[in-house]
Protein backbone atom coordinates (compact mmCIF):
# COMPACT_ATOMS: atom_id res chain seq x y z
CA UNK A 1 0.00 0.00 0.00
CA UNK A 2 1.31 3.43 -0.56
CA UNK A 3 1.35 5.88 2.31
CA UNK A 4 2.60 8.35 0.21
CA UNK A 5 -0.62 9.31 -1.11
CA UNK A 6 -2.36 9.86 2.41
CA UNK A 7 0.75 12.06 3.05
CA UNK A 8 1.07 16.15 1.79
CA UNK A 9 3.45 18.88 2.03
CA UNK A 10 2.86 22.68 3.44
CA UNK A 11 4.68 25.42 1.23
CA UNK A 12 7.62 24.57 3.19
CA UNK A 13 7.87 21.43 2.14
CA UNK A 14 7.28 19.26 5.86
CA UNK A 15 5.39 16.67 5.56
CA UNK A 16 2.14 16.09 6.85
CA UNK A 17 -1.15 13.94 7.51
CA UNK A 18 -3.81 16.48 6.81
CA UNK A 19 -7.16 16.68 9.29
CA UNK A 20 -10.01 13.84 9.06
CA UNK A 21 -13.00 13.89 10.24
CA UNK A 22 -13.78 11.40 12.80
CA UNK A 23 -17.08 8.66 12.78
CA UNK A 24 -18.65 11.41 16.06
CA UNK A 25 -18.16 14.62 13.90
CA UNK A 26 -14.88 16.01 15.47
CA UNK A 27 -12.04 16.65 13.86
CA UNK A 28 -8.10 14.93 13.88
CA UNK A 29 -5.51 17.86 14.20
CA UNK A 30 -2.86 18.00 11.19
CA UNK A 31 -0.10 15.67 12.04
CA UNK A 32 3.46 16.87 10.60
CA UNK A 33 5.70 14.32 10.24
CA UNK A 34 9.42 13.35 9.13
CA UNK A 35 10.52 11.61 6.09
CA UNK A 36 10.23 7.93 5.89
CA UNK A 37 7.52 8.10 8.23
CA UNK A 38 5.41 4.92 8.34
CA UNK A 39 1.94 5.15 9.63
CA UNK A 40 1.21 2.73 12.53
CA UNK A 41 -1.15 0.20 10.31
CA UNK A 42 1.65 -0.76 7.89
CA UNK A 43 4.20 -1.22 10.27
CA UNK A 44 4.89 -5.18 10.39
CA UNK A 45 4.35 -6.61 13.75
CA UNK A 46 7.16 -8.10 15.88
CA UNK A 47 7.85 -11.73 15.00
CA UNK A 48 10.30 -13.76 17.44
CA UNK A 49 13.02 -15.64 16.33
CA UNK A 50 11.40 -18.71 17.51
CA UNK A 51 8.27 -17.55 14.98
CA UNK A 52 10.57 -17.46 12.08
CA UNK A 53 12.08 -20.58 12.51
CA UNK A 54 8.63 -22.27 12.60
CA UNK A 55 7.63 -20.71 10.02
CA UNK A 56 10.33 -21.80 7.85
CA UNK A 57 10.09 -25.09 9.14
CA UNK A 58 6.38 -25.45 8.23
CA UNK A 59 7.27 -24.23 4.32
CA UNK A 60 10.12 -27.28 4.90
CA UNK A 61 7.78 -30.15 5.88
CA UNK A 62 8.11 -32.80 8.53
CA UNK A 63 11.61 -33.33 9.31
CA UNK A 64 13.16 -36.87 7.97
CA UNK A 65 10.10 -37.45 5.32
CA UNK A 66 11.28 -37.58 1.72
CA UNK A 67 7.72 -38.63 -0.08
CA UNK A 68 6.48 -41.74 -0.41
CA UNK A 69 8.98 -45.19 0.53
CA UNK A 70 10.65 -46.41 -2.35
CA UNK A 71 9.27 -50.14 -3.24
CA UNK A 72 13.30 -51.28 -4.19
CA UNK A 73 15.26 -49.81 -1.76
CA UNK A 74 16.32 -49.44 1.94
CA UNK A 75 14.50 -46.36 3.74
CA UNK A 76 16.78 -44.39 4.69
CA UNK A 77 15.54 -42.63 8.33
CA UNK A 78 17.16 -39.44 9.86
CA UNK A 79 16.89 -39.43 13.61
CA UNK A 80 15.78 -37.23 16.29
CA UNK A 81 19.53 -37.28 17.22
CA UNK A 82 20.92 -36.20 14.12
CA UNK A 83 18.38 -33.22 13.67
CA UNK A 84 19.79 -31.73 17.35
CA UNK A 85 23.16 -32.17 17.34
CA UNK A 86 24.89 -30.64 20.20
CA UNK A 87 26.34 -28.15 17.63
CA UNK A 88 22.53 -26.67 17.08
CA UNK A 89 21.51 -26.60 20.46
CA UNK A 90 21.56 -23.18 21.62
CA UNK A 91 23.38 -23.10 25.36
CA UNK A 92 20.03 -23.63 27.82
CA UNK A 93 19.49 -27.06 25.84
CA UNK A 94 22.70 -28.15 26.31
CA UNK A 95 22.51 -27.26 30.15
CA UNK A 96 19.31 -29.03 30.12
CA UNK A 97 20.79 -32.29 27.67
CA UNK A 98 23.73 -31.94 30.30
CA UNK A 99 21.44 -31.88 33.57
CA UNK A 100 19.98 -35.25 32.02
CA UNK A 101 22.44 -37.17 31.31
CA UNK A 102 23.58 -36.74 34.57
CA UNK A 103 20.52 -37.72 35.84
CA UNK A 104 20.33 -40.61 34.03
CA UNK A 105 23.63 -42.13 35.69
CA UNK A 106 22.68 -40.71 39.26
CA UNK A 107 20.07 -42.91 39.22
CA UNK A 108 22.43 -46.18 37.83
CA UNK A 109 24.48 -45.48 40.69
CA UNK A 110 22.01 -44.78 43.01
CA UNK A 111 20.55 -48.84 42.25
CA UNK A 112 24.11 -49.76 42.35
CA UNK A 113 24.58 -48.15 46.02
CA UNK A 114 21.29 -49.83 47.12
CA UNK A 115 22.34 -53.68 45.59
CA UNK A 116 25.15 -53.39 47.63
CA UNK A 117 23.98 -51.48 51.11
CA UNK A 118 20.93 -54.81 50.64
CA UNK A 119 24.08 -56.94 50.79
CA UNK A 120 25.89 -55.74 53.87
CA UNK A 121 24.83 -57.58 56.97
CA UNK A 122 24.71 -55.99 60.33
CA UNK A 123 25.04 -57.73 63.60
CA UNK A 124 24.66 -56.14 67.99
CA UNK A 125 28.44 -56.57 68.34
CA UNK A 126 30.94 -54.20 67.01
CA UNK A 127 33.24 -55.29 64.12
CA UNK A 128 37.01 -54.18 64.24
CA UNK A 129 36.71 -50.92 66.42
CA UNK A 130 39.56 -48.80 65.31
CA UNK A 131 42.09 -47.71 68.30
CA UNK A 132 41.31 -44.59 68.75
CA UNK A 133 36.97 -45.09 69.63
CA UNK A 134 38.28 -48.32 71.97
CA UNK A 135 40.88 -45.36 73.71
CA UNK A 136 37.54 -43.55 73.99
CA UNK A 137 35.47 -46.22 75.57
CA UNK A 138 37.54 -47.17 77.45
CA UNK A 139 38.19 -43.44 79.01
CA UNK A 140 34.24 -43.22 79.43
CA UNK A 141 34.50 -46.25 81.00
CA UNK A 142 36.73 -45.15 83.95
CA UNK A 143 35.40 -42.02 84.09
CA UNK A 144 32.39 -44.12 85.48
CA UNK A 145 33.62 -46.49 87.44
CA UNK A 146 35.46 -43.02 88.99
CA UNK A 147 32.22 -41.57 89.49
CA UNK A 148 30.72 -44.63 91.09
CA UNK A 149 33.45 -44.38 93.51
CA UNK A 150 33.27 -41.28 94.35
CA UNK A 151 29.96 -41.87 94.95
CA UNK A 152 29.99 -45.11 97.14
CA UNK A 153 32.55 -42.92 99.51
CA UNK A 154 29.87 -40.45 99.88
CA UNK A 155 27.10 -43.10 100.80
CA UNK A 156 29.92 -44.92 103.48
CA UNK A 157 30.75 -41.21 105.34
CA UNK A 158 27.11 -40.53 105.50
CA UNK A 159 27.46 -37.47 103.91
CA UNK A 160 24.80 -38.26 101.34
CA UNK A 161 21.82 -40.52 101.55
CA UNK A 162 21.28 -42.10 98.03
CA UNK A 163 18.27 -41.97 96.53
CA UNK A 164 16.47 -44.34 93.98
CA UNK A 165 18.68 -42.99 90.65
CA UNK A 166 22.30 -43.26 92.76
CA UNK A 167 21.33 -47.01 93.88
CA UNK A 168 20.63 -47.60 89.96
CA UNK A 169 24.23 -46.11 89.32
CA UNK A 170 26.04 -48.80 91.99
CA UNK A 171 24.56 -51.42 90.99
CA UNK A 172 25.62 -51.18 87.59
CA UNK A 173 29.32 -51.03 88.63
CA UNK A 174 29.21 -54.84 87.72
CA UNK A 175 28.09 -54.03 84.48
CA UNK A 176 30.47 -51.36 83.93
CA UNK A 177 33.43 -53.40 85.04
CA UNK A 178 32.70 -56.20 82.28
CA UNK A 179 32.78 -53.93 79.45
CA UNK A 180 36.15 -52.64 80.73
CA UNK A 181 37.56 -55.82 80.80
CA UNK A 182 35.96 -56.55 77.02
CA UNK A 183 37.54 -53.79 75.89
CA UNK A 184 41.01 -54.75 77.19
Known amino acids: MNFDANLQRDAQGRMFIPATQRADGSWRPVKYVKEGYVPQDEVDSY ?9 GVKSVGVPGYNGPAKQGGAEERVTNADLTSKSKMSKNQKKRQKKKEKKNTDEFEIEEITDK ?5 VSSEPANQQPADVDKKKKNLLKKLRAID ?3 AKVEDGSVVPDKEQLEKLGRRGEIEAQLAALS
Open 47 to 55: RSKGKIFSE
Open 150 to 152: DLQ
Open 117 to 121: VSDIK
